[in-house]
């Protein structure tokens, strides 16, 4: 008898409009549904689901409305290089640079607040920016620069961060509850988070920014 998987018997709950494209999964070690976002990506979600992403100099901000759970999680790069950087480690075009970051923050934010979250009630979490590629020293830390001076600017709580480092990080995050469980990769997957991020970096490079959004 041919033996079917859990996956297969799992009923996923509905996806919100937007969102058919995030690898969702069952996670047996959470015993939950799961949605893994990748560089440049971001989901938002009404249900008891997990949002999972792997980050090295990239930061995700974990985002809920504490009052009724809806919540969801981005995972962005500032796309500027090592060139032109003055002392304080940011380019000419830092203007340009930004705004791929209000982008990802702005896009995470609207649609918390399109599916019932209020501005007032929201909580956040940073993550990321680590030290882990040779070639973008100074990635991680402009990275975790934009996203505070984000928060403040907006007036936006932030509740909790794990920021900085040398490693990589693995990190579960639980809107409809906030929990979050971060795994700090010291040995492994380096090579796949090089690559992926290198990739990232040259897409945004190559690639405007579209929406439905005013950036500034």
Known sequence: MKKTSVESVVDFPAVLPGFEHVNRYWD???NS????????????????????TVLGSCISACIRDSVFGVGGMNHFMLPTGEEGIGRSGWNRDVSDSTRYGNFAMEKLVNDIMKNGGRRNNLEVKIFGGGKVLAQM???????????????????????????????PRKVYYFP??????????????????????????????????????ELF
Request: charged share 30%; hydrophobic share 35%.
């Open 176 to 213: 409809a509850s906030g929990k979050v469980r971060l795994k700090k990769l010291r040995a492994s997957h380096n090579n796949t988070i090089a690559a992926r991020e290198k990739a990232y970096k040259e897409e945004l490079v190559t690639e405007p920014i579209s929406g439905d959004i």
């Open 137 to 167: 020293t100074g990635v991680g830390e402009r990275n975790i620069h934009f996203v505070k001076e984000y928060i403040k600017t907006e007036g936006l709580r932030l509740v909790s961060e794990d920021v900085g480092d040398i490693y």
């Open 28 to 30: 047996k070690t959470h």
């Open 33 to 52: 549904h799961a949605a893994k976002i990748l560089p440049g990506e971001y989901y938002v979600t009404l249900r008891d689901e997990v949002i999972v």
